[in-house]
Each structure stands twice: as C-alpha cells, then as structure tokens.
C-alpha cells in the first residue's frame, strides 16, 4: 500500500460522491429527520453501503475497459433497449437536475433575504455552471481540488447546525443500527423509498466509470489492473464515508428539533424571534412539512439568523458542485448511447438545456414555498429509474467477454 499511490488515484471517487450530497439528498434527509425522526438512519446506511458496492462495479468496469458504462452498452445492445436505456437515463438526469438547479436558486434566494425570486436563481445557476465547467481547461486535478473545497464547505455548515442542535447520540445510535421503524406508515415508507432514490443515482453509475479513465492505467499488465481497481475502491469507501456523515449532520439535526413537531409550535418561535417567515407556517396542528427553503427558515426561528445563512451556503455548495457533475453525466451518456463527436461547447449546451428547460418552467409557475410534494416525488422517481443503470453493470462485469479475468463470480 502507497499513500502517494492513494492520492494519485484520489478524485473520482470524490467527484462521484457529490450526487450523494445534493440538495434532493439533503431534502430528502431533512423530511426523514422530521417525519421519521431518527428511525431511518438504518435506511440511510445500508443505501449508502449498496451505493458503494455498485460504485465499485461501476469503475472497475472503467478500468478494465478503458469504456464507460454508456459506451459498453452501445456496444453490447441492440438498438431498441438501447434506446429505451438512454430514455430512462436522461430522464434520471433531468429529474435530478430539477433538484439540483432549484436548490441552488431556494439558497440564492434565502441569501438574498428573498430579493432574488426562485426563477432568477435558476439563471444565476445555469449561467454559473457553464463557467465552473470550464475550469478543468486547466487541468482536471484543479478541477477536482475545487468540488473537495466544496465538499469542505458542506462539512463544515452542516456540522455547524449539528452541533447547534446538539442531536441525541443514543437515539442516532439506535436509528443506524436498529434496522425496524416502530408506528410507522405511509408518511415514513415514502421517506424510506425517498432516500434510496436520492442516495442510489443512476446516471452516477455512468459517471464514475467515465471518471477512471482520467488516470492512465496500462490495461495489458493484469498488476496495474489490479492495483488501480484497489485504490480507486479505497477512495471510493473515503468519499462515501464522509458524504454519509454529511447526511447524518442533516437528519439527526432535523430529528432532534422538529420531529413531531406542529405547524403552531413553529410559528409562535417564528413569531417571538420577530421573523419575517412566520406566515408560512399556519396557526393550526397539522404535523409541521419542511423541505430545503422552509428548513431553512425554521433553523434561523430556532437557533438565530446565522443557522439560516450557514444553512443556505451549504445548501448552496451542494447544488453548485452536483449540478456540475449532473452536467458531465449528461455529457458521457448522452456522447456514449449516440456516439456523437460534437465540440465540447455544443454537448454542455444541448445536455443542460434538455435538463434545465423544465426547471425553468417550474421555477417561473410555482412559488419557492410549494416545492416539497415536487422533491418527494423525484426522489421516488429515481427509485424506479435504478434498474436501468442496475442491469446494465451486473451484467457487463460479470461477464468475462467484456471484463476478461475480472469477471465477477456472482
């Protein structure tokens, strides 16, 4: 084992790990949190464990191929399940991309004290991405040290709320190891199912096998195989560990403060702080709705407007970094299944605006304080989307015609 060997390998698997800190993640950790207190932590765990492991399959096929998932199945499928694979791909994309782009425009505008409407934050973000994207013009490990600064900033604000908050540790302990969720129904079992969607991505399968191909392995020497495949996992188990941590900040912060909470129990904090967001929450007992925008809200009624603004920043480092890489997923799968050859310029375009232009039109038409039903259900989308990335690598990589002896035996 080689540290510098680790660190020469050490990016990609960052880089993947952003989709399991977006901002459909984060929402979907906060509803659980206040939903479900913290009876789903185990969910969460074992989501991430399986995410891991088909992470795994994903860059081995990578590096032994020296083809990304999109490319192996243009070439192993015929042309109708091809096509029916790159639909359910691209709409994965878009569905998450939709989570992505508003929840950076619901933080520019709870940093802009609501000065900035949801629909000019999506254009800030749409137009801040295709600067960002450009950045690895000079060079991919500058590109790769900015999404770790990013992923810093996320640790650092979400672990600020968590000790604000101040969670109970045998309650969490209990949650992550007890897999059994007592007195639960519908409400919770759509969390549950929530949570794999927004932690399984599926066209983060297709982006990590893309990703491995940025360091050069010689694929005739079975030993440096080997070895790359080692240290790209351990950096993988890295960059996953602390994503996870990340989304334990958020779902034991929510679960201490508002699980089983009342919309009136929020509003008269809201009221005694003198916040200009009480309305938002009605005088009645009705159990109190959070999404990423009212989360906020109630963090500052709580625990004073700094909580509110830290909130927002790491809100808005996990949409900026996951709505990047949600682009270069777009582009490898979309240049993968079409074997287009097109200029760099004109793939960005075409993949954003098929993603962006039905963010825009939800952006325009619906309020930044009706987005939770939105979030649920893209969540659950990408659930049913996971098969469609699932079939493709268990297949490839266990099949010796495609991986040669790095076939998996099961």
């Excluded at 927004?198 to 982006?207: Q, R």
């Excluded at 996953?240 to 201490?256: D, G, M, P």
């Excluded at 990423?292 to 009624?301: D, Q």
Aim: some cysteine; proline content about 3%.
């Amino acid at each position: 084992f080689s540290f510098r060997k680790l660190w020469a390998f050490t990016g990609p698997g960052f880089l993947m790990s952003i989709a399991y800190l977006d901002p459909g993640n984060i929402e979907s950790d906060l509803q659980s949190g206040a939903v479900a207190g913290f009876k789903l932590l185990w969910v969460l765990m074992l989501a991430t464990i399986i995410g891991l492991l088909l992470q795994r399959l994903a860059a081995r096929l990578g590096v032994v191929t020296g083809l990304h998932l999109a490319e192996v199945c243009n070439r192993q499928y015929q042309k109708v399940p091809r096509i029916i694979l790159w639909l359910m791909v691209e709409l994965a994309i878009i569905g998450s991309d939709m989570q992505e782009v508003i929840g950076s425009a619901i933080a520019i505008n709870l940093l802009s004290v609501g000065k900035i409407p949801l629909w000019g934050g999506v254009i800030i973000t749409i137009a801040d991405t295709f600067m960002f994207l450009f950045l690895d013009k000079y060079g991919l490990r500058k590109l790769e040290a900015f999404f770790g600064f990013l992923i810093t900033i996320m640790a650092l604000t979400f672990g600020y709320e968590y000790i604000t908050v101040k969670p109970n540790q045998e309650k969490l302990l209990e949650g992550l190891f007890i897999p059994y969720c007592q007195n639960c129904g519908t409400a919770q079992l759509e969390q549950a199912v929530g949570i794999v969607g927004a932690v399984i991505m599926p066209h983060n399968m297709y982006l990590h096998s893309a990703l491995v191909k940025s360091r050069q392995v010689n694929r005739a020497n079975k030993r440096e195989v080997r070895e790359a495949n080692k240290y790209f996992f351990i950096e993988s188990c890295i960059a996953l560990f602390v994503s996870f941590i990340i989304n334990i900040f958020v779902v034991t912060v929510f679960a201490e403060a508002f699980f089983a909470k009342t919309n009136a129990d929020v509003n008269n904090v809201c009221a005694n702080t003198s916040s200009p967001h009480s309305s938002l929450f009605p005088n009645n007992n009705q159990t109190l709705e959070v999404d990423i925008y009212k989360g906020g809200v109630v963090l500052g009624c709580y625990f004073g407007p700094a909580a509110l603004y830290i909130w927002a920043i790491g809100i808005l480092a996990a949409g900026q970094s996951s709505t990047m890489t949600g682009t270069y997923s777009g582009q490898f799968v979309m240049e993968g299944f079409l074997n287009l050859r097109w200029s760099r310029f004109a793939r960005v375009l075409l993949t954003r605006s098929i993603a962006i232009t039905p963010t825009l039109f939800v952006s325009i038409f619906q309020d930044v304080e009706h987005l939770t039903g939105m979030n649920d259900f893209l969540n659950v989308l990408m659930s049913l989307q996971l098969p469609f990335a699932l079939i493709p690598v268990l297949t490839f990589t266990s099949l010796p015609s495609v991986m040669n002896d790095f076939a998996n035996g099961l």
